[in-house]
């Protein structure tokens, strides 16, 4: 799993490209825990480069989810494919996080809210 991060415009973008499963997401937590400390109020996750997400994946990422939300955050996630977004719809997942079309269109939900 590769992981790049930028802050900008108040929020905390982190592009994922390659297999979220068990393993990957622990790797995903340590590296974000970091930087989401830090003082933007938004965390956008671009899925757009990520193949495949196991459900053992999502469930591995469920306490930085519940961690941002207990620090009043907002998870966005983004460019998910056809197959990542029924899994993330299926298993209730987009009731914890804000699930957007494309980065473009986060970004302009960012700058709305």
């Known amino acids: 799993m590769e992981i790049q991060t930028k802050v900008t415009g108040g929020a ?4 994922l490209k390659g297999t979220l499963d068990g393993s990957t997401a622990e790797a995903i937590i340590k590296r974000l825990q970091l930087e989401a400390l830090s003082p933007p109020r938004h965390l956008l996750i671009d899925m757009t480069g990520v193949e495949h997400v ?3 994946g999502l469930r591995g990422l469920l306490p930085f989810v519940q961690q941002i939300q207990r620090q009043k955050k907002m998870l966005l996630l983004c460019g998910l494919n056809k197959a990542i977004e029924a899994l993330v719809n299926n298993s209730g997942f987009d009731s914890l996080v804000k699930v957007l079309d494309s980065p473009e269109t986060a970004e302009l939900y960012l700058k709305n809210n």
């Open 12 to 15: 905390l973008f982190a592009t």
């Open 54 to 56: 196991t459900a053992t």
